[in-house]
C-alpha cells in the first residue's frame, strides 16, 4: 500500500475522531463476569489476594448479578467453593451442591436475561486439588475423570445452565460432555471450552478464591499447557472445535495475545479471553500503591485483548468497566 499523505495525526485530533476510526470497540455485552459461591454463606466474604472480589452467599450473588444486568453485562461464570472436599470431589456433581443452588437461583431470577455458564472442573472440590482423578501413583487419571465430567456436566444442565465450561484440560473433555448432553434432555445446553489453557503462575489468587491447595506441592503442568508452545494451541482449539465446542477460550489474556490472534485467525466460532486472576490482582495490588492508574490500564488491557481478536472477555473488571464504558 502507498500513502499519498504521511499525516496520522488527522485521524487523531479530537476525542469524537479517534472514536469514529477506532478499530476496537469494547461494549458491556462482551463480557462474562466470574462469580465465586461459598457454600451455606450468610454474607459475602472478601478474598484478600483479590480485592473487590467476593465468595458470595446465594443471596449476595443475585445482588451482585442484578447490578451487572443494570450495567448492561448479559453472562456469568460460576465457580463454587464447597464445604467438604474428597477424593473424588463428588461435591461437584452433587444435586443440590453449591453451584448447582446457586444456578438454580440465578436461573429463577434472571430466565434467560443472563446467560449462565458453569466452570466445570473437580479441582474445588478434590481434597487432592487436581482437576481429575488421581491414581495410586499420584497421576492424574485422564479417561476416568471424563466420566465424572458427565456428571458433573448433567447436574449442572439440570441446575439450569445454558453453557457448561469444561476446565480441567483433559483430553476429549468436550466430546464426552456434549454426548452425554445430547443423549439427555439438554442437547441445547452449550459448551464453553477452556481449549487453550496453560499451567500459569497467573492462577494463584484464584486458588486463593476457592481455597484450592495441590497436594505435595504439585502443579497441572501434566495436563495443562506448557507456555513455551503457541502451536500446540491450535491443534488443542481444533480439537475442541471437531469435538462440538460452541464457543472456544484462550487463558490466560494478556501473557497469551499472540495466542489469540493466532487462533482468531483460523477459527470461526465465538472466541473467548480469559483475564485471569493474577492479572486482576498485578493491577490491583500496583494501583493501590499507587504506581499505576489501575482504571485506566484495566481498560488498555481489555481492550489489547478485543484487538487482538477476542469476542469475549471473562475479567473481574467486568462489572467496573461496564458501567464506566
Ligand atoms: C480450574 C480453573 C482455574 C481457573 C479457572 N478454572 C484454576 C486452575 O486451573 O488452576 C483460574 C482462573 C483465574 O485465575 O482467574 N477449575
Known amino acids: 500500500m502507498t500513502y499519498l499523505s504521511h499525516r496520522p495525526r488527522r485521524l487523531r485530533s479530537t476525542p469524537a475522531l479517534r472514536d469514529l476510526v477506532a478499530e476496537s470497540k469494547l461494549s458491556p455485552s462482551d463480557f462474562i463476569m466470574p462469580y465465586f459461591v461459598l457454600e451455606d454463606a450468610t454474607e459475602p466474604q472478601g478474598i484478600a489476594s483479590l480485592d473487590g472480589v467476593y465468595q458470595h452467599s446465594l443471596s449476595s450473588i443475585i445482588q451482585d448479578i442484578k447490578q451487572c444486568y443494570e450495567a448492561g453485562i448479559k453472562a456469568v461464570i460460576i465457580f463454587g467453593v464447597p464445604v467438604h472436599k474428597n477424593s473424588l470431589g463428588s461435591g461437584a456433581y452433587a444435586r443440590d451442591g453449591v453451584v448447582q443452588k446457586a444456578v438454580r437461583e440465578v436461573r429463577n431470577s434472571f430466565g434467560d436475561d443472563i446467560v449462565i455458564f458453569a466452570d466445570l472442573c473437580l479441582d474445588e472440590y478434590t481434597d487432592h486439588g487436581h482437576c481429575g482423578l488421581v491414581d495410586r501413583n499420584g497421576r492424574v487419571d485422564n479417561d476416568s475423570t ?18 457448561v465450561a469444561p476446565s480441567g484440560m483433559m483430553d476429549g473433555q468436550v466430546q464426552a460432555i456434549r454426548s452425554v448432553l445430547d ?10 471450552a477452556y481449549s487453550a489453557k496453560y499451567a500459569s503462575g497467573l ?15 504439585g502443579d497441572r503442568r501434566s495436563y495443562q499447557q506448557d507456555y513455551r508452545n ?9 480439537l475442541d472445535v471437531s469435538e462440538g465446542a460452541d464457543i472456544v477460550m484462550v487463558k490466560p489474556a494478556i501473557t497469551y495475545l499472540d495466542v489469540i490472534s493466532r487462533v482468531r485467525e483460523v477459527v470461526d466460532l ?17 494501583s493501590s500503591l499507587g504506581w499505576i492508574d489501575g482504571e485506566a ?16 472477555i471473562i475479567s473481574y473488571f467486568a462489572k467496573d468497566i461496564a458501567r464506566r464504558i
Open 270 to 286: 465465538p472466541l473467548c479471553a480469559y483475564h485471569v486472576s493474577g492479572e486482576y490482582a498485578m493491577i490491583k495490588a500496583a
Open 230 to 238: 503457541a502451536r500446540e494451541s491450535l491443534k488443542e482449539v481444533f
Open 146 to 163: 471424563l466420566e465424572l465430567y458427565q456428571k458433573i456436566a448433567l447436574s449442572q444442565a439440570e441446575a439450569g445452565v445454558h453453557f
Open 297 to 312: 490500564v484495566a481498560l488498555e488491557q481489555m481492550y489489547a485483548i478485543k484487538r487482538a481478536g477476542a469476542d469475549l
Open 203 to 217: 492462577y494463584g489468587p484464584f486458588r486463593d478464591a476457592v481455597n484450592v491447595r495441590i497436594a505435595d506441592g
Open 183 to 192: 443423549k439427555s434432555e439438554f442437547k441445547d445446553v452449550g459448551i464453553l
